[in-house]
């Protein structure tokens, strides 16, 4: 069936380096993508979302990077800071397709000191 | 705003006994839960998506049967796993979705819960 993938399960940076976290995805009707922090232990934690009408928007220190002709998602993270260290997932979605989202398999980012 | 909460946060329980997950909305109304299941180091996978006041949904390869889900109302689904075994063992997460609140399909997660079967 449809799927999102990950290029990379795991992202070591250094503490105030940038971040980026790829995200490719399979389903064409896809138009609602979301990024997620997941710690430990805990439920996944909204970061940042686009629409399928926009390339580009930026949050606090976070920006997602939308490319509808490869099927491509990213996520930047500037000055990456030790609490940035969790597991990251990228979800999509179709409207009207009964609100379901749809994960990707994650990516562990570790932040060294 | 837009708080959602699970309880219990953990179970142990033994083998063929069953166990009810709550699943609340603490400020807002939700005509429309998810319940996610996670395995470790494993991406989150949808198991059934309840509506309010309806039966609830199933994903291809989850058991209705085993997992009882219920939506009385617009703050709360219960998810129950009956007669319960080990490989049932996992991170229980709900999402919410906020009634008219975005045209989008924005949810909100619940901090989980890890049910441990022995």
């Known amino acids: 069936g449809e799927s999102v993938g990950l290029h990379l399960p795991t992202l070591s940076v250094q503490e105030g380096d940038n971040s980026i976290i790829n995200c490719a995805y399979s389903n064409s009707a896809s138009d609602y993508f979301i990024w997620y922090k997941q710690e430990s232990g805990k439920g996944p934690q909204f970061i940042i979302d686009i629409r399928s009408n926009m390339d580009k928007r930026q949050g606090q220190r976070v920006t997602v990077l939308l490319n509808k002709t490869v099927k491509h998602l990213s996520l930047q993270i500037a000055a990456t800071q030790p609490g940035d260290s969790a597991v990251y997932f990228c979800?999509?979605?179709?409207?009207?397709?009964?609100?379901?989202?749809?994960f990707g398999t994650g990516t562990q980012l570790k932040v060294e000191l | 705003g837009a708080v959602v909460s699970q309880h219990p946060s953990w179970v142990i329980c033994k083998s063929g006994t069953s166990v009810k997950i709550e699943c609340r909305s603490l400020d807002f109304q939700a005509t429309t839960m998810f319940w996610y299941r996670q395995f470790p180091k494993q991406s989150l996978m949808l198991m059934a998506t309840s509506n309010e006041g309806s039966k609830a949904t199933y994903e291809q390869g989850v058991e209705k049967d085993k997992f009882l889900i219920n939506h009385a109302s617009l703050t709360l689904s219960t998810l129950t796993v009956t007669s319960a075994h080990p490989e049932d063992s996992s991170f229980y997460i709900c999402?919410?979705?906020?009634?008219?609140?975005?045209?989008?399909?924005?949810?909100?997660f619940g901090p989980g819960t890890r049910l441990t079967v022995l």
């Open positions: 999402s919410a979705r906020a009634s008219g609140r975005t045209p989008y399909n924005e949810q909100f």
């Open positions: 979800a999509e979605s179709v409207t009207g397709g009964g609100n379901k989202l749809t």
